[in-house]
């Protein structure tokens, strides 16, 4: 909204012109969008205790959630939202259909997020909006979505997948974009909210991830960068870096009140929507494949829950004393401190990795 307030008026004020840069509206995304936190956390927070008097605990989690995670409110993503929502629209340039293709996948997942939330409440259970649902949903608003980003990007790149390490090498995928492209929202989605499970262990690493994608969808937007760096540009994409980092502060913020002891935690409506965000950000800036790389963290704990339910029903047995995998550690006696800060240091390392294919190919 900034940029085109403001940048029309640049000529004849100079200073406006900081505008023009998305380095500088990305910084001002994260902060403002951990202001927004840090001014409205507590009262969000309280508002959901006023409305949760005893919010349900999960039955797939181990008996002592029962007792330290009991009367902690859920349906925090509110917060993300409210903060990267409102930052985005703040700064990032709103003539950008990218921007808008991510913002829809994001708040419609959210969306889906808070009524499952709402359902669990209002049921007293925690079950909520039905699996197939939820993937129902997800669906159609992914789909909705990848028409969108492939009529915004131009051909044949638009249904093209790049490869890391490689950088000559794209797949055209033809039709099988869409079925693809879906499965990497969607799986992105449901990843993040399998990892959200103990205080702060999903937050830290969603943050970091999108850090990452904010360097991708800049380098990819930038012709120059791209061109240096051998990768693919695609215009228009280098706009979300400004959602990314506004994804970045509201993490930063929300982290604030979800640290170890948890205030709050962010629910389906925070995790199903940030995981759709950057399953989004990796459709439009061709970097799915390496989505699975900075998010590899997500990956292992959405695999180790599919390996635990096909072993028991192929075998009877089980793979994990719990799925997903931080469960696991957490019937090992490992304490949740230790889990959760292993984690996000794997989830560094990941980042790490995946920001080295800009360079290596």
């Not at 502060?249 to 962010?266: C, I, Q, R, T």
Request: proline residues 4%.
């Amino acid at each position: 909204m900034l940029y085109n307030l403001l940048v029309p008026f640049a000529d004849s004020f100079a200073p406006f012109n900081v505008f023009r840069y998305i380095t500088f509206r990305s910084g001002g995304a994260v902060m403002t969008a951990l202001l927004i936190a840090f001014l409205f956390g507590e009262g969000i927070i309280g508002w959901l205790k006023s409305k949760q008097p005893e919010p349900p605990i999960r039955a797939d989690t181990p008996e002592r959630h029962a007792l330290t995670k009991k009367g902690t409110p859920t349906m925090g993503g509110v917060l993300i939202l409210l903060s990267l929502g409102v930052s985005t629209l703040l700064w990032a340039d709103l003539r950008n259909g990218y921007v808008w293709a991510v913002l829809t996948v994001t708040l419609g997942f959210g969306a889906i997020g808070f009524y499952d939330d709402y359902l669990k409440l209002t049921k007293k259970n925690s079950k909520g909006l039905s699996g197939r649902g939820k993937l129902l949903f997800q669906f159609l608003i992914s789909l909705a979505a990848t028409a969108w980003i492939v009529y915004l990007t131009r051909e044949p790149l638009s249904t093209q997948v790049a490869v890391p390490f490689f950088k000559d090498l794209l797949v055209d995928f033809g039709l099988f974009f869409f079925p693809f492209a879906i499965f990497v929202m969607v799986g992105a989605s449901n990843a993040v909210n399998l990892t959200d499970g103990l205080d702060g262990l999903a937050i830290v690493p969603v943050m970091i991830a999108a850090g990452c994608f904010a360097a991708f969808a800049y380098v990819a937007g930038n012709a120059i960068f791209a061109n240096y760096l051998l990768i693919h540009h695609v215009p228009g994409a280098g706009e979300l870096a400004v959602l990314c980092a506004a994804i970045v502060g509201a993490s930063l913020g929300f982290l604030w009140f979800n640290a170890p002891p948890a205030m709050v935690f962010m629910g389906d409506t925070g995790s199903l929507s940030m995981g759709g965000a950057l399953g989004a950000v990796a459709v439009v800036t061709k970097n799915e494949f390496t989505l699975a790389i900075v998010g590899g963290l997500f990956v292992v704990e959405a695999v180790s829950v599919i390996v635990q339910v096909a072993s028991f029903k192929l075998t009877g047995r089980r793979i994990f004393l719990m799925a997903p995998l931080h469960h696991h550690f957490e019937k090992m006696g490992w304490a949740e401190p230790t889990i959760v800060i292993r984690f996000w240091i794997i989830a560094s390392i990941l980042a790490l990795a995946g920001l080295a294919t800009l360079k290596l190919r």
